[in-house]
């Protein structure tokens, strides 16, 4: 608890009056240091109520801070006893002796994919509040974290493979003091990992190191299920999409494509998105979006059927369109969403040409696609009937 001015000027007059009576010369020094402290807290104190007096806004400023920061201290406290809880049996040899304890602690359990390398890291993370901490050995087990990587699915692992790779931080032991944690490293010795068929275990056994000494710590966690960020939130942002989709009028399909993908062709309903804007240079361009709100997508040439966009700069009214003319190479926007929503096959003007045709109702669209996605290239053919004629330029 912090103290107030009052209760420092009385730790100081006690301090300063043990200082002027004892006659032991080590009671002196002792109280004269803490004198010294009480009046340093107390000048230090006193300045900066002045200055909170004196700066309008501050006061409100700070108080706003800390009310802040409680608040997100309350959250990540819920948060943490919000996890599901899991079966935990360790046991330490340490600087404080041999222990060992059986119980549950909040535990979480996440893949995640390196997009660039498609490098997989398990994390797991088992960590609980300071006031519920157990104890082992008779110092508290406040967490243990540790990231997997690669991970390349159940088996056994051996941390100290990744070598001068190895994140410091991979396996953490915060015991004994929430600020001086105990890490793995190779220079450590061996050390093993497994994780059970099923992903429903973690078996471990580890050389540790701290700045209070050297630490074994062997444990056997009953994993909660693995969670994977990323697709949970791509199946999110799938889910509104189809939503939205699903709320707009419906154009008549006609699809087909060629490539080394496969060929096939599709007839159906897609959700229409028509936008009209201007570029930068004030020509009118045209977005035409088409998507299947139904879950599972339809298929086409065997892939799911996600979406087509189709793009049109310096957009006139019904007519003929050369997307090379129109829209150069710079930044084509029309592509094919089959198969991955992260990976679509995009209109390539090297690949060949790109054409829409608009006719006279101003409802039906030609379209012809040379297009390139990361499993290779696919011509895409196209008519579509829209809902409601395209508005006119303005």
Same mark, same amino acid.
Do not use: C
């Given at each position: ?5 009052? #209760? ?6 006690r ?7 004892t ?11 803490a ?66 304890w ?5 535990a ?5 994919? #390196? ?10 993370e ?12 008779g ?49 450590a ?9 099923g ?27 693995v ?50 804007d ?6 009118p ?7 299947s ?16 966009r ?7 009214g ?20 089959l ?39 696919l ?16």
């Amino acid at each position: 608890m912090t103290e107030g001015l009052g #209760d420092l000027a009385k730790r100081w007059i006690r301090a300063k009056r043990t200082e002027l009576l004892t006659g032991n010369r080590r009671e002196r020094e002792n109280a004269d240091a803490a004198a010294d402290d009480a009046q340093r807290q107390m000048s230090d104190r006193a300045m900066h109520q002045a200055v909170r007096a004196a700066v309008p806004g501050l006061a409100r400023w700070e108080d706003d801070q800390a009310a802040r920061a409680a608040a997100a201290d309350e959250q990540e406290r819920a948060e943490i006893l919000a996890r599901p809880r899991a079966a935990v049996s360790l046991s330490v040899a340490g600087p404080w002796g041999s222990g060992t304890w059986q119980g549950e602690l909040p535990a979480r359990a996440e893949r995640e994919r #390196d997009d660039d390398t498609g490098e997989v890291t398990l994390r797991v993370e088992l960590e609980t509040l300071d006031e519920l901490a157990p104890q082992v050995a008779g110092r508290p087990l406040y967490a243990l974290r540790l990231e997997l990587r690669p991970y390349t699915g159940p088996g056994r692992y051996d941390p100290a493979a990744r070598g001068e790779d190895l994140d410091p931080f991979a396996y953490t032991l915060e015991y004994a003091y929430r600020d001086e944690a105990f890490y793995y490293t190779p220079d450590a010795g061996p050390g093993t990992v497994e994780i059970t068929a099923g992903e429903q275990q973690l078996d471990l056994d580890l050389p540790m190191q701290g700045a209070s000494g050297d630490l074994r710590l062997t444990a056997t966690v009953t994993l909660p299920p693995v969670g994977d960020p990323a697709a949970e939130r791509a199946a999110a942002e799938s889910q509104q999409r189809r939503a939205f989709f699903a709320g707009l009028p419906k154009a008549a399909v006609q699809l087909s494509v060629t490539g080394p993908v496969g060929d096939g062709s599709w007839a159906g309903e897609l959700g229409a998105f028509v936008n009209q804007d201007r570029a930068e240079d004030g020509a009118p361009s045209l977005q035409v979006l088409l998507a299947s709100a139904a879950d599972p997508a339809p298929q086409l040439a065997g892939l799911p059927l996600l979406a087509l966009r189709v793009d049109v700069a310096d957009y006139r009214g019904p007519g003929h369109y050369d997307l090379v003319a129109g829209n150069g190479a710079d930044e084509p926007g029309s592509a094919l969403l089959l198969g991955r929503e992260d990976e679509p096959f995009r209109w390539d003007p090297r690949l060949g040409p790109g054409t829409v045709d608009v006719g006279p109702d101003g409802r039906t669209l030609d379209v012809r696609l040379a297009t390139r996605g990361a499993r290779g290239e696919l011509q895409v053919a196209a008519t579509v009937t829209l809902p409601a004629p395209l508005p006119a330029p303005g």
